[in-house]
């Protein structure tokens, strides 16, 4: 099924708008590109997942962000946001990444997650049954996944990863006020956060959720940055 993907990219210049539109043209199922400069948005439309188009814009050497997607005859389906904290009993909380959920039709989702600051090496991520940070990992409860298991792995090298997939696994209203956790290594205990609903395609575009001052962008580029938000 056609899709647009809107997403919010690091441009500054006309050439990087020739760039964008270079390198996604060579992306398969891509149909249509529309590039705004001045917003600083690119929406491609056509069957090309969100992560195939993400991943070839941030191989340009640019940051990017998915803002959302939705049919191309208009609508949003679901969309929702994890913002990582790092938490012990001892009350240590520190703001290290984001997750960001959006659902591509009844079946898919589409998981794009950045983070900064823990130790290299691959870690596990998981969805967890609570959405309760008072004693992490513990109060978030057991693995809600369905089949009892890791979604993936985030790879992170020189303190910094992402990773963007689709999955059946879940669909995003089903994790609604539940929770994601990454194991951050020995040293770093366990990354967490809430997972909570946000604006999706055509909605509003620059609020991560209502309970964050904080745009996409900024978190982003904050997460990019290696800052502690």
Known sequence: MPIKVQLAVDMTCQSCVDDINGVLGTVPGVDKIDISLDDKQVMVEGT???SSI???IKDTGRSAVVRGTGSSSGGNIGAAVCIFEEGSAMGNHATRGLARFVQIDETTCFVDISVSGISD????IAIHECGDMSQVPESCGGRWNPDSVELDRLVVKDGWGDLAFETDRFKVWEIIGRSMAINAGSEGGVLAGVVARS???F????QVCA????TLWTEQRLVDQGHRL
């Not at 090496?121 to 596990?124: F, K, L, N, R, S």
């Not at 909605?203 to 620059?206: A, G, I, L, M, Q």
């Open 48 to 50: 090309a997942t969100p």
């Open 54 to 56: 993400l991943k070839a």
């Open 121 to 124: 090496g691959a870690h596990g």
């Open 199 to 201: 604006a999706g395609l």
């Open 203 to 206: 909605e509003n575009d620059k």
């Open 211 to 214: 309970c964050s001052g904080n």
